[in-house]
């Protein structure tokens, strides 16, 4: 094989096999978050990009939660509205209730207390600066208004950067991320 074919076969997707659901989505957009952050890139030509990245894998990932947990939490709390609803806070809420409900119902070992607190902590942090999912989108809102000032940073009480957002989204990745597996694991030991 010549190098062009080597590197066209390394461009090549097979994009209907690896959309088929909204989870396979968010895994697709951290994994493009995580490329960014490795890359050797000044930070400035790529945060917009990396935070969308990160903010959309969280809008996916909870939505796939909500809808998978209402099964078994027998609650409609976000159903209604899960296909219009961009605004993180709201869908944290309703995967908290869903999870709490589930966890209640079957007496899970694991209740995720542990990730609760970084989990809200991580979802307040981001809303500051994305509340409705315009921010690292677009330069101005509806209004024409520009989301960040000239000398606006992802730098909140000098403790935020896109490294601490790295950090606290690693912390809350086993909450978001595997609560569906540890729950199938959980609910398989206790039929077994």
Known sequence: MDIDTIEQSKRF??????????????????????TLYESSKPVDTIALPMMFLMRHYLELILK????????????????????????????????IVHWNLVVKKYMLKTDGREYLKDFNAFIDLIEQFDKNSM????????NNVKHFGWDDTLDVLDT????????????ILPFVQYAIDVFDEQIEEDIK
């Not at 209907?16 to 989870?23: D, E, Y």
């Open 160 to 171: 935020l950067d896109i490294y601490t957002i790295k950090q606290s989204l690693d912390k």
């Open 135 to 142: 921010s690292f989108r677009y330069s101005h809102d509806k």
């Open 64 to 95: 796939e939660n909500i809808i998978y947990f209402s099964k078994f939490s027998e609650s409609k709390v976000m159903l209604t509205k899960i296909k219009s609803e961009h605004k993180l806070k709201p869908l944290a809420n309703a995967f």
């Open 13 to 34: 997707s097979h994009i209907g096999m690896h959309s088929n659901t909204n989870h396979t989505y968010a895994l697709q957009y951290k994994e493009a978050f995580n």
